[in-house]
């Protein structure tokens, strides 16, 4: 079947984009600089649990990721914390360097026994751990006394507000991400009169990137102070 030519808006396809997920991608800024620090000194961590914890978009899981690279480490999401996964870590049967516990804030109720174990587990054989959450320990609700206090006692490392450095650098390297090169006069616009959010920027971009390609227009000023005054009435 073809398509017919005068068909006035181009297909869009959503391909999957892959992101530059190295440790030399990543973005550091004073917003994040201690977190990276944090990761960086994995090999000489005194402690064996540390929680890094900030907006959705804000890094996570780059800085998950970029730990992976450096060590053999099991990545467990907390939403889906399975009894399976954690026992095969205390019975030995798994021997990771580091334990990656995603999304901390959404641990169910009927978890919180099992990563109280692991956590009990990491100070006894000293296995690294290292938790995520857009939360502190504060701000997250925990019926398991025990685990409440141990959680409190996690030293923890906010990733705070982006400022302008990581900003800038942010939206290059979203545009880079998909291959799209674009004017610094682009960024400035944008940086000038956007969210400073790292999830509603990677939404944004991804908004910019789609209206070039179905339009087959150049990413210019004019046309992202279009999509940017839309993004923000959707938003």
């Given at each position: ?8 808006e ?22 994040n600089?201690e ?7 994995f ?19 780059h ?7 450096q ?21 030995g ?17 009927d ?6 174990h ?24 925990i019926g ?19 400022d ?16 799209l ?28 990137d789609?209206e ?16 940017l ?7």
């Amino acid at each position: 079947m073809s398509i017919a030519p005068k068909m006035a808006e181009q297909l869009v396809f959503d391909l999957p984009q892959r992101a530059a997920m190295g440790r030399a991608a990543f973005l550091v800024s004073d917003s994040n600089r201690e977190a990276v620090a944090l990761i960086d000194s994995f090999a000489d961590w005194q402690l064996p649990v540390h929680w890094i914890y900030g907006p959705a978009g804000s890094g996570k899981s780059h800085l998950a990721a970029v730990l992976s690279h450096q060590c053999t480490a099991l990545n467990i999401d907390a939403v889906q914390l399975l009894q399976d996964e954690i026992a095969s870590v205390l019975d030995g049967s798994e021997n990771p360097d580091a334990v990656i516990v995603d999304r901390l804030d959404a641990l169910p109720a009927d978890c919180e026994e099992l990563l109280f174990h692991l956590l009990n587990f990491s100070r006894h054989e000293n296995l690294k751990i290292l938790l995520l959450s857009e939360k502190p320990a504060a701000q997250l609700t925990i019926g398991l006394p025990d685990l409440v206090s141990r959680l409190k006692a996690v030293a923890a490392v906010a990733l705070t507000s982006p400022d302008d450095t990581l900003m800038r650098g942010l939206m290059a390297k979203l545009f880079s991400d998909r291959q799209l090169k674009v004017d610094a006069r682009v960024i400035d616009y944008l940086l000038a009169r956007m969210v400073r959010d790292y999830a509603d920027t990677a939404a944004l971009i991804d908004n910019i990137d789609r209206e070039a390609l179905a339009e087959k227009r150049t990413i210019t000023v004019p046309m992202v102070a279009e999509i940017l005054e839309s993004h923000i009435s959707e938003s």
